[in-house]
């Protein structure tokens, strides 16, 4: 009996100590070569230093609730930090329900937003929801009212030494 509870724990440890998979099963710190082993329609990129890092890979085109958004892998020392999902809207209203059928969905797979934050401004559409899920964070926002953008990355767990 004790060797399985052992073996039992050991397992536990190993499947907890797997790195996180930000989008399509793709782990945070992955090589450009292994995000494009697994992700086999991402592209070499044209642009190169978003926010996010460094973008080596892009899909130009990734079906999300009926809508095409772009995908761009977001690399930092060659490890992959970011993948951020964007769609341009022709209208703020259109970029709103756009967003809400992302939230529906990522409602569906991850359960409510840990943050929302409501603008106050009735000209300025804004919808910034975010979730924490199995040590990656998602962050949807609707930026300059027409641009909605979906971004995974790793939760970087806050050390006693780091400041906030």
Not at 111 to 126: A, F, H, M, N
Not at 143 to 162: F, M, Q
Request: aromatic share 4%; glycine share 6%; net charge positive.
């Amino acid at each position: 009996m004790k060797p399985i509870l052992v073996c039992a724990a050991l397992l536990l440890c190993v499947t907890g100590a797997s790195a996180q998979a930000l989008w399509r099963g793709v782990p945070a710190g992955s090589t450009p070569a292994e995000v494009s082993a697994l992700v086999p329609e991402a592209q070499p990129a044209d642009r190169s230093t978003p926010a996010d890092g460094r973008v080596l890979l892009v899909i130009a085109a990734q079906e999300l609730v009926g809508t095409p958004f772009e995908v761009a892998f977001g690399f930092e020392n060659n490890q992959l930090q970011s993948v951020v999902l964007q769609t341009q809207a022709s209208s703020p209203q259109e970029a709103v329900a756009i967003a809400q059928r992302v939230t529906a969905s990522l409602r569906s797979r991850y359960g409510l937003e840990i943050s929302t934050k409501s603008r106050q401004d009735p000209l300025t559409v804004g919808i910034d929801h975010k979730w924490s899920y199995r040590r990656t964070s998602l962050h949807l926002q609707v930026l300059d009212g027409t641009l909605v953008s979906l971004r995974y990355r790793p939760d970087i767990p806050r050390s006693a030494n780091r400041p906030l």
